[in-house]
Structure formats: structure tokens, C-alpha cells
């Protein structure tokens, strides 16, 4: 494994893979959330950490337990448990150190348990066979691609919801939906210098 491989595998995962507008995968918190900059930011860290820690304790769970016990087909459910134990820790240490930030975020950081990205991510490196270096990149690029895409849709979403001039028809999700596909297809164009 070279840095350079490590590198692609980083610049996919951002840019080119993003999981929300390539894959169009954790839909909810990036409509439901995205309304401001700092409830994005709280939700992008709350899912980078999220999805790095589920993803490295599924891999070493798998290949350190499932596969020598021959139960991988338990991996789903066993992610999930993982994964809903990671969110309920995050949960409790928002609630502690941030209570505005845990009142922001509101009913999307319990969704986050059943966000399909978090089980997504697991599951996609167990899938493609990645070592525990390239399972630990992935799973910092995939959510930091997700916070990107987050914090920028939110920043537009605010400077949409100052201007006045926006017909009714298009004020709220229409125009975020619009907003969305735009993006989709900006972002299509790093898919197509891979």
C-alpha cells in the first residue's frame, strides 16, 4: 500500500464517492439539519467521529470474532448494535459538554443510529476488503465528504432563507432539493476527471 493509493482512497471517499450527492445515501440529516452552519458542523463531527469508531470496531469485530467463530453473516446485526452503542455515547457527551448544540441537532443525532451512512461506511469496508490502514481512511473521508457537503448546503440554505425575493413556491425544502441537484451534478463532474 502505497501513500499515493492511500491518497486516491482519501479523494474518493471526499470528492468523487461523496456519499450524499454520488450515493445519496443519509438523505434525512443533510435536508433535516443543513438549515444552519453550526447545527451542520455539530452534525458533521458528530458523524465523523461516529462513523470512524463504528467502522473500526466492525472491522476489528469481524475479522477478530465473526470470521474465526465462522458467523460473518452476523455482521449486520452486529454492526448495528455497535453502531447504536456508538450514537448513544456521542449523545450522552453532546448532552453533557454542548446542550445547545444537543438542542439544535434535535431528533437527527438519535437518527444517526439509523442513518444508512454510518452502516453503509462498515459494511462497505468490510465488503471491499480493506486493510485496518485503509478502512481508517475511508472511514474519515467518507464523513468528512458528508460534512463538507453538509456545511455547504447549509451555508447556502441560509443566504437562501435572507432573501426576501424567493417566490412562495420555491421557499423551504423545494428549493433546497433544487439546491441539492445542482450540487449532485457539480460534484458528478469530479466522477468525471477520476
Given at each position: 500500500m502505497t501513500l499515493g493509493s492511500i491518497f486516491?482512497?482519501?479523494i474518493a471517499g471526499v470528492l468523487i464517492n461523496n456519499i450524499i450527492l454520488a450515493r445519496f445515501i443519509g438523505m434525512c440529516p443533510f435536508l433535516g439539519v443543513s438549515t444552519k452552519l453550526s447545527s451542520a458542523i455539530g452534525m458533521g463531527i458528530a458523524v465523523i467521529f461516529v462513523i470512524f469508531g463504528a467502522s473500526v470496531v466492525c472491522w476489528l469485530v469481524y475479522y477478530y470474532?465473526?470470521?474465526p467463530l465462522g458467523i460473518p453473516y452476523?455482521?449486520?446485526i452486529t454492526f448495528i448494535l455497535l453502531i447504536?452503542?456508538?450514537v448513544q455515547f456521542v449523545e450522552m457527551f453532546i448532552k453533557k459538554k454542548s446542550p445547545s448544540l444537543y438542542k439544535a441537532l434535535g431528533i437527527y443525532l438519535p437518527l444517526i443510529t439509523t442513518n444508512c451512512a454510518v452502516l453503509y461506511v462498515a459494511i462497505d469496508n468490510i465488503t471491499q476488503e480493506y486493510n485496518m490502514v485503509e478502512t481508517m481512511v475511508?472511514?474519515?473521508a467518507v464523513p468528512a465528504g458528508?460534512?463538507?457537503v453538509l456545511c455547504l448546503f447549509a451555508t447556502i440554505r441560509e443566504r437562501l432563507s435572507a432573501n426576501e425575493d424567493m417566490?412562495?413556491?420555491f421557499q423551504g425544502n423545494p428549493i433546497a432539493l433544487v439546491i441539492a441537484a445542482i450540487m449532485a451534478i457539480a460534484f458528478g463532474a469530479f466522477a468525471g476527471m477520476a
Open positions: 486516491s482512497l482519501f470474532v465473526l470470521v452476523m455482521r449486520l447504536a452503542s456508538f475511508n472511514s474519515i458528508f460534512m463538507m417566490p412562495r413556491a
